[in-house]
Structure formats: structure tokens, C-alpha cells
């Protein structure tokens, strides 16, 4: 719940191409099917700190504001190196300089319950794919030498209520 903290985890170095992003499951109304580093940051702000909300957003509604959260995270498949995100000059030319980045991806089960003011439990479960990049330029106790560079909702039970998406897009 900490807003310093999350940003930190995200990856926001436009310099080296390597940039957060959220994926959708379904599309947003207006057909976004992902958003950056700043919408993340404004979404988690406007769960974790209802009460001060970016200029111009509307409040948050009552019966999402949180009063506790419980998170478990199950990693179903081994982290696997992901050369296809890598600078190459014809198939990605807005690739990470694999000479900077090693990335590496994991499907994990999500489970995320809220308990929000009104006293109604949200529940959010589902399959996520993590995309982790490693700036190979720094130790390995310093800050920023792991960072969370993709983030899927994989849900794919077929039903967009209680994914990682809904979930955000209410925040949004």
C-alpha cells in the first residue's frame, strides 16, 4: 500500500526502452488494451489512497475503499529467459539492449481480497504473466536491479468479472 514503494518495482527508464506496462484482458470502453508506468501509479494511488486523489479525478466511491488486503501469489511455471523483448534492428527495434536487460517471465496464480469500507469483500483470482527485467549494470543489493516490466492478466476462465482487469478498470 505503499505508493514510493510500488513505483519503485515498476520499470521507468524511457532512455533504455524499458517501461512498465499493463495488459489487458478485455479492452477498456474507449479500447485500451494497456496502459504505462503513470496510469498504474494514479490507479494504485486511488486505491490504497482514496482520500487524495490526483487533481481533476473524481472521488473514489465508498465501496471501494480498502481497509485491508490479503494477497497470495503461486507461481505455476518456472522463470524463463525472453530473448523476443531484446533489441533486434528488424523484428524489434524498440527492444531492451540485451547488453543492460535480462528479462524473464513466470505465469503466477493471483488471488487478491479487499476488504473495502462498505463492508462487501472484493475478490480478484486469475492467472497473471510477470515480465521481470534485470539491469545487469547493477548489484545485486541495489535498488532498481529487479524490476516489473509487463504485467498480464492471463485470466482465461472467459468471464471478465473479478480479473486483474475489472479489478483496475473500476479504480480507474
Known amino acids: 500500500m505503499d505508493l514510493s514503494l510500488i513505483e519503485s518495482l515498476l520499470a521507468n527508464v524511457p532512455g533504455e526502452r524499458a517501461e512498465f506496462q499493463f495488459?489487458?484482458?478485455?479492452?477498456?470502453?474507449?479500447?485500451?488494451?494497456?496502459?504505462?508506468?503513470?496510469?498504474?501509479?494514479?490507479?494504485?494511488?486511488?486505491?490504497?489512497?482514496?482520500?487524495?486523489?490526483?487533481?481533476?479525478?473524481?472521488?473514489?466511491?465508498?465501496?471501494?475503499?480498502?481497509?485491508?488486503?490479503?494477497?497470495?501469489?503461486?507461481?505455476?511455471?518456472?522463470?524463463?529467459e525472453r530473448p523476443e523483448y531484446y533489441w533486434d534492428p528488424a523484428s524489434n527495434p524498440g527492444g531492451l539492449d540485451a547488453t543492460r536487460w535480462r528479462a524473464v517471465e513466470a505465469r503466477v496464480e493471483t488471488w487478491l481480497f479487499l476488504d473495502v469500507q462498505t463492508g462487501t469483500d472484493i475478490i480478484v483470482g486469475g492467472d497473471a504473466i510477470f515480465t521481470v527485467i534485470e539491469d545487469?549494470?547493477?548489484?545485486?543489493?541495489?535498488?532498481?536491479?529487479?524490476?516489473?516490466?509487463?504485467?498480464?492478466?492471463?485470466?482465461?476462465?472467459?468471464?471478465?468479472?473479478?480479473?486483474?482487469?475489472?479489478?483496475?478498470?473500476?479504480?480507474?
Open 136 to 172: 545487469l549494470a547493477k548489484n545485486a543489493d541495489d535498488e532498481g536491479k529487479f524490476l516489473l516490466y509487463l504485467w498480464e492478466d492471463a485470466d482465461d476462465r472467459g468471464v471478465e468479472i473479478w480479473t486483474w482487469s475489472w479489478m483496475k478498470k473500476r479504480y480507474r
Open 23 to 80: 495488459l489487458l484482458r478485455w479492452p477498456t470502453d474507449e479500447g485500451d488494451d494497456r496502459w504505462g508506468v503513470r496510469e498504474e501509479v494514479r490507479i494504485h494511488q486511488r486505491m490504497f489512497d482514496p482520500g487524495d486523489v490526483p487533481p481533476g479525478d473524481a472521488p473514489v466511491p465508498q465501496e471501494l475503499r480498502i481497509t485491508a488486503v490479503n494477497v497470495s501469489l503461486t507461481q505455476a511455471t518456472p522463470w524463463t
